[in-house]
Structure formats: C-alpha cells, structure tokens
Nanobody
C-alpha cells in the first residue's frame, strides 16, 4: 500500500512560484508513473503533469507547459512540481497520484491507483 503526502502549497501573488512535493511511504514508487492533478471549486479534477518511472519522460497539460516542471527523486521516493509564473486561474487543490500499471502516464485520473490528500494553492491577483 502506498501513502502519498503533498507539501508546499500556500498563498502566492500572481507571477510568483511554488514548489510542491509529494512524499511516498509504505512502498517504493520508483517503478511507477506519477502524476499531478488539480481541482478548483465547482470544477472537475484535471490533469496537470506526469512523469514516467525513470523521470526521462514528462507530460504536461497545455495550461502548464512552459511554466511548470515535474520531476522525481526515486532515492527519496518523492515527486516534485515546480510552478513558476503562477496565475490566479492556477488556484486549486493540487493532488499527486501514482499509476502502478502503465508505462506511459495518462491524463485520466481514473487510471491512477493512489492519491494524496491534496495541498491548497492560492494565487492572488
């Protein structure tokens, strides 16, 4: 069983940066793809970014390309989401997730097997 805990959310002004961390415990996640999703009030959970097991391949939603960077440290069993040039529309609860069964991480949250509790990111204008 994998437990995921996100850290690093908070309040930031537009144009600022935040770095989210997702620490895994209970089992190593170094063989699994990991993803980041977000959910704003009244909206569905949406894909933000994902990374394959080795960290060699990364995937981004159009809204994140050029501003966000996903990475991982398999020794530390942790994934990261560096968010730069933040905009008010990035305000949401951000979740990390693990996909145990596919080599290429997907954008559909239903494909992911384990989820963290989420961390709030608020971007003020």
């Amino acid at each position: 069983q994998v437990q995921l805990v996100e850290f690093g959310g908070g309040l930031v002004q537009a144009g600022g940066s935040l770095r989210l961390s997702c620490a895994a415990s209970g089992s190593t996640v170094r063989h699994y793809a990991m993803g980041w999703f977000r959910q704003a009030p009244g909206k569905e959970r949406e894909f933000v970014a994902a990374i394959n097991w080795s960290g060699e391949n990364t995937y981004y939603a159009d809204s994140a390309k050029g501003r966000f960077t996903v990475s991982r440290d398999n020794v530390m069993n942790t994934a990261y989401l560096q968010m730069n040039s933040l905009k008010p529309e990035d305000t949401a609860v951000y979740y990390c997730a693990v996909d145990k069964f596919t080599l290429v991480p997907g954008t559909n949250p239903d494909r992911y097997d384990y989820w963290g509790q989420g961390t709030q990111v608020t971007v003020s204008s």
